[in-house]
């Protein structure tokens, strides 16, 4: 089993992006802005598509991903890959999504436990009464990523 990592500077914050054996397996926010080197081309793919995705230039990410999680977590973040870039769900919307609508509490908890931040597009559910919620990334996060998406904001370097 091999694992590479790499940190990198986005405009939102340190990310660490971690594959193993070719897959991603989490894209997570950190406090450590030290940028690893790695020869992985996964890794490599990752880092250059965040670039063009904070560009303005990909809305959509293509990557090999392979996030460890129960079968309903699993569901949940399938269903959050098909929130189009520059909308966004209610937790009920994604409970529907994936079968059970009355399951929006559990949802949210699958979509809170979502190990690959960003790239599969946790920031885009948002709660019922139009306000964003809470987000691993922090609140103002979420915010700057909603409005960079939908309105097309740049994001200010956290």
């Keep these: 089993m091999t694992t590479s990592e790499i940190t990198i500077k986005t405009p939102v914050g340190p990310l660490t ?64 890959q098909t929130i189009a870039y520059g909308e966004t769900w209610s937790y009920q919307q994604l409970a529907g999504h994936v079968g059970n609508p ?26 019922a009464t139009g306000k964003t919620g809470s987000y691993a990334g922090g609140d103002d996060v979420k915010i700057k990523l909603l409005n960079f998406e939908q309105k097309g904001e740049s994001i200010a370097a956290a």
């Design 102 to 127: 009355k399951a929006f509490r559990a949802a949210g908890t699958a979509n809170a436990k979502n190990p690959i931040g960003i790239i599969i597009p946790c920031h885009r559910v948002i709660l």
């Design 17 to 80: 992006i971690t594959e193993r054996n070719g897959f991603i397996t989490h894209c997570l926010f950190t406090k450590n802005p030290v940028r690893l080197k790695t020869t992985s081309a996964v890794l490599r793919s990752a880092h250059h598509q965040f670039d063009e995705y904070f560009e303005g230039q990909r809305i959509d990410f293509d990557l090999p991903l392979a996030p460890s999680g129960t079968p309903f977590q699993q569901s949940v973040w399938d269903a959050l």
